[in-house]
Nanobody, 125 residues
Framework: QVQLVESGGGLVQAGDSLRLSCAAS????????MGWFRQAPGKEREFVTA???????VYPDSVKGRFTISRDNAKNMVYLQMNSLKPEDTAVYYC???????????????????WGRGTQVTVSS
């Protein structure tokens, strides 16, 4: 059973940077893609970014140019570098893992089989 644990969240000011980490363990050989989602209070879960095993990435316009996803396959780690943070980036950030890894589907939270518990990111203005 794959387990995902996020870390690195915190309270920062607008314009600051933050790097989130996601550690995967337990049967990680089944993982073909990893993604990050976020959920703000009273809002639906929102796609942030994803990366396939081969390194292909996808970003929505809301974070493109500011956020960067990367992975270290040897360490079973995925990272989310967030720059130029805005108050609207405030949310709980979740790491997710997918066994299929089809890039065009990775923005859909329903394709992910495994989820972490999330880490809070708060950006003050």
């Amino acid at each position: 059973q794959v387990q995902l644990v996020e870390s690195g969240g915190g309270l920062v000011q607008a314009g600051d940077s933050l790097r989130l980490s996601c550690a995967a363990s337990g049967g990680t050989f089944v993982i073909q893609a990893m993604g990050w989602f976020r959920q703000a209070p009273g809002k639906e879960r929102e796609f942030v970014t994803a990366i396939t095993w081969s390194g292909s990435t996808v970003y929505p316009d809301s974070v493109k140019g500011r956020f960067t996803i990367s992975r270290d396959n040897a360490k079973n780690m995925v990272y989310l570098q967030m720059n130029s943070l805005k108050p609207e980036d405030t949310a709980v950030y979740y790491c997710a893992a997918d066994r299929q890894g089809t890039l065009r589907f990775l923005s859909n939270s329903n394709v992910y089989e495994y989820w972490g518990r999330g880490t809070q990111v708060t950006v003050s203005s």
